[in-house]
């Protein structure tokens, strides 16, 4: 196309998951046509003004250890392509860990909340530290891996093949500052943060930055609402839970 301003977009599926879970608190957003999403945001100033989202590219990785939560997420993933909401899935790793850690008597933690007199644990598992009781308590914790790996390296492969005239990224996590500013120098970069809170500094910048033309747009919770597939996808459908 004369004169198109090709786009590249990359969405760190596992920062939108939680950054929308915050914003709407239920299953009703997660339906969502990302590239409906992100075109909805694209300014209108140039050079975005002549914007094309040439690809749009979906970083994410199966969840393992939940039967149900991997059926949906399943779903969505095989919807997101025949429904020309993204052009390629990029799959990472998802990974569950046993820790252990402390956590205080009467005290709220990361972990739990632990009352010595409602846990009748051996004495071995309680730890004095200062003037407060400690039970050493292990836990899951789920990690998903590889998707800031891949779409660093597809944004600056993309950049690099001169693929793209302009980058998208729909993300809220500082492990990706460095490609970005690298980006920036090159072309201009539009961040859209999934969290609705502030964007985290090292992704902040100024529309001078770079080749200049940047841009960043917090998304609400009214955005991911509005921008749903289709009920039904060919033999897919929207799951029951997030409706």
Known sequence: MMGAFRVGVYIDGYNLYYGGNRLVGDGR??????????????????????????RVVYFTAEITNAPESLRRQQAYIEALQPSKSVDFVELGRFRSILDENFAATGFFTRIKRVQKDEHPLPDEKWIKIDSENYVRVTHERNEEKRSDVNL????????????????????????????????????????????????????????????????????????LLAHQLPE??????RPTAWR
């Open 29 to 54: 957003w997660k339906w969502l046509d990302v590239r409906a999403l992100v075109a909805a945001h694209i300014p209108a100033f140039a050079p975005w003004n002549k914007a094309v989202l040439d």
């Open 152 to 223: 660093a390296s597809h944004l600056l492969i993309d950049l690099f093949m001169e693929s793209i005239d302009a980058a998208i990224i729909v993300s809220n996590d500082a492990d990706l500052s460095f490609p970005i500013k690298f980006a920036r120098t090159r072309i201009p970069v539009g961040v859209i943060n999934p969290w609705g809170t502030q964007t985290v500094g090292d992704l902040k910048g100024n529309v001078t930055d770079g080749v200049g033309s940047q841009w960043w747009y917090r998304l609400t919770a009214d955005d």
């Open 232 to 237: 039904t996808i060919g033999h897919l459908y």
